[in-house]
């Protein structure tokens, strides 16, 4: 079975309560002294700008080739995850539609 691209956004995570409007992002890298905050609109407010996804915001920062996903944290119940691994678990939660109802 081919894998299926979905599109998650940062509203959709806060949406399903997985992260929180106004949660605190930082860096992985732990030496760079970097952070942002989602806002409620689900966008990345850094440096008084407005980034629509996480890879705008980490390319703003100077991380040109870097996932914005896997950039960027935030502190959950569970510790510290990466976007990324939160949003692996918004997809993990999604129900999928039986192959022969998708277009």
Request: proline content about 4%; hydrophobic content about 40%; glycine content about 6%.
């Amino acid at each position: 079975m081919a894998d299926v691209d979905i599109e998650v956004t940062l509203m959709d995570l806060i949406n399903e309560g997985l992260i929180e409007a106004g949660a605190l992002l930082e860096s992985v890298d732990t030496d760079d002294d970097i952070e942002a905050t989602i806002t409620e609109d689900g966008q990345i407010l850094l440096d008084d700008r407005h980034f629509e996804t996480p890879d705008r915001a980490a390319r703003a920062v100077g991380e040109e080739t870097r996932d914005g996903w896997e950039y960027w944290t935030v502190a959950v119940d569970d510790g510290v995850l990466s976007l990324a691994e939160i949003r692996e678990t918004f997809i993990s939660k999604e129900p999928q539609a039986p192959i022969a109802a998708r277009p």
